[in-house]
């Protein structure tokens, strides 16, 4: 039993080495809107979120990967109209099955596990937490040559937050384009 399992890793790390395309780091922009209805109240429908991530292959068509981003916002409260600042920092962990190679574009699906810190700075005090979610994704890859590509996607979030035993939804979609070098 113990030579078989030897051979199993062994075959297995073979096979990681042989068919790994290597890694991919990359730089994103997108926008990002909360599913929130009272962060809609006072927000707005939502903004920009910035972000990085570097990604393996594993296999020809399965990729992991790892993200972080950094989403501000501003707002006025609803009565008052006095300025309230959000800030939320994802750090995703997931993966992408590209589904095949057509000319340039590498379109994928993927999925993964959102852990989603926030906090909102208001003048009669500061609130923060931290939320656990999942997300679903699809887009394309789009080869530049020499190595670079475009990462075009469209992503939804599912991510609640209870802060003050009020359920608050930090999850949305999110649609987006990276600029990225595979090496």
């Not at 910035?50 to 393996?56: H, I, M, P, Q, R």
């Not at 005090?125 to 530049?144: C, K, R």
């Amino acid at each position: 039993m113990n030579q078989a399992l030897r051979i199993l890793v062994c075959l297995l790390v073979f096979t990681l080495y042989c068919h790994a395309g290597g890694f991919r780091v990359s730089g994103s922009i997108s926008y990002y809107s909360v599913a929130d209805s009272i962060y809609k109240d006072t927000y707005g429908s939502g903004n920009l979120i910035y972000g990085a991530s570097l990604s393996y292959d594993l296999w020809r068509n399965l990729e992991i990967r790892g993200e972080a981003g950094y989403f501000r916002d501003r707002g006025g409260t609803t009565l008052t109209r006095e300025e309230i600042k959000f800030s939320m920092i994802p750090v995703v962990v997931g993966m992408r099955w590209k589904l095949a190679k057509i000319s340039q574009l590498s379109p994928y699906l993927g999925a993964g596990v959102d852990f989603i810190s926030f906090k909102e700075t208001a003048r009669l005090g500061d609130t923060s937490d931290s939320a656990v979610g999942f997300h679903l994704e699809a887009g394309s890859y789009v080869a530049l040559g020499q190595g670079f590509h475009l990462d075009l996607n469209l992503r939804y979030v599912k991510a609640d937050a209870q802060p003050f035993d009020e359920t608050i939804k930090l999850g949305g979609w999110r649609a987006g384009v990276g600029v990225g070098y595979s090496f």
